[in-house]
C-alpha cells in the first residue's frame, strides 16, 4: 500500500490521554480511524469533526469475547486494517507481597491478555493483506522495574517479551512490530488511570511513601506532552522499517541507558560463574 494512501488505524482505549493523541493526529494526516471506548454508548468526542473518517465502538478491554466483533465492524467500515495501537491498559502501585489476586488479576486481563487477544483478532486480516503495523503499549516500567510497580512493570514485561517473538513470527509476512516505551506524560497515568494500595507495615515504609506521594508529585509535572505522542506515531508508521522498541521521552530513554548499563556491568562481573555450567570435554 503506497504511504500517499489514507491508512487504517484501529486504536483500543482512545476515549482520551495518549491514545486519543494518535486518534487525532492521525486524523488530522487524513487516515482512517476506528477507536474503541469505554463509553457505553459507544461515542467519541472527535467523531463530529471527523464524520467520515472516524468510526467508534464501545469495548471493555477485559470482554474478549467481543474482540472479534468490533475487528469484523472496523474492517467492514473502512475495507482494511492497516495499524493496530494496542493502547488500552491502566497502572497499579502497591506492595508485591500484599498485593491480592483482585488487584492484579484485572490489570493482566487488560495490560496483557487483553492486548494479545485484540492482536489475535486483527492478525488474519493483516495476513491476507501481507501487510500490517501492530504497536503494542509498553511503558519505561516494561524495561525496568520500579519499585511499588511490580506487577504493573510484570503485565508490560509480558508485553514485551510477546511483542518480540510475536515480530520473529510475523516479520516474512510484511507485518512489523514495534513495542512504545513511553516515559512519563502528562496524562490521566498518575491521576484517575492509577489503582493504589498501600499497607501498613514498617517493613515496607520506604515503598509506602513513594505509593502515598506518587500521585501528588507527578500528576501533572510529568516531562512529556501527550499532544506531541500521537505525531510520533505518525512518524513512526512511515518508517520503511520501523523499530522493534521505541521508547518515548528523554526520561525513558535515560533510565534504558543506565539499566543496560548496569546489566553490562553484571554481566561482566559474574561472567565467570555464568560460563561455569558449560559442559566439561
Not at 7 to 24: F, H, N, P, V
Not at 146 to 166: C, H, P, R, W
Not at 242 to 252: A, I, T, V, W
Amino acid at each position: 500500500m503506497s504511504k500517499n494512501q489514507p491508512r487504517t488505524w484501529l486504536i483500543t482505549g482512545a476515549d482520551k490521554g495518549l491514545g486519543r493523541s494518535t486518534a487525532l493526529a492521525a486524523l488530522e494526516r487524513g487516515d482512517q480511524v476506528v477507536v474503541t471506548v469505554l463509553a457505553a454508548d459507544g461515542k467519541h468526542d472527535l467523531a463530529a469533526q471527523y464524520p467520515e473518517q472516524l468510526r467508534s465502538f464501545h469495548l471493555d478491554a477485559r470482554d474478549h469475547a467481543r474482540f472479534a466483533e468490533v475487528v469484523e465492524k472496523a474492517h467492514q467500515a473502512f475495507g482494511r486494517i492497516d495499524i493496530l495501537v494496542n493502547n488500552a491498559g491502566y497502572g497499579l502501585l502497591s506492595v508485591a507481597e500484599t498485593t491480592p489476586a483482585e488487584k492484579y488479576r484485572p490489570m493482566f486481563e487488560v495490560n496483557f491478555f487483553g492486548l494479545v487477544e485484540m492482536t489475535h483478532a486483527v492478525l488474519p486480516y493483516m495476513r491476507r493483506q501481507r501487510s500490517g503495523h501492530i504497536i503494542n503499549l509498553s511503558s519505561i516500567a516494561g524495561f525496568c522495574g520500579a519499585t511499588g510497580f511490580g506487577f504493573y512493570s510484570a503485565s508490560k514485561f509480558a508485553v514485551e517479551g510477546y511483542s518480540e517473538t510475536l515480530a520473529q513470527e510475523i516479520a516474512h509476512l510484511g507485518i512489523h512490530v514495534t513495542i512504545i516505551e513511553p516515559g512519563g506524560f502528562r496524562s490521566d497515568f498518575a491521576g484517575p488511570s492509577l489503582v493504589a494500595d498501600k499497607i501498613q507495615d514498617p517493613d515496607y515504609a520506604s515503598t509506602n511513601a513513594r505509593i502515598a506521594g506518587y500521585v501528588q508529585e507527578r500528576h501533572g509535572h510529568q516531562p512529556n506532552d501527550p499532544d506531541k505522542f500521537g505525531p510520533a506515531l505518525c512518524q513512526l508508521v512511515d518508517a520503511d522499517t520501523p523499530p522493534l522498541r521505541l521508547p518515548l521521552g528523554e526520561d525513558c530513554l535515560a533510565k534504558i541507558r543506565e539499566d543496560i548499563a548496569q546489566v553490562s556491568q553484571s554481566l561482566d562481573k559474574w561472567e565467570a560463574l555464568s560460563v561455569s555450567t558449560k559442559v566439561s570435554d
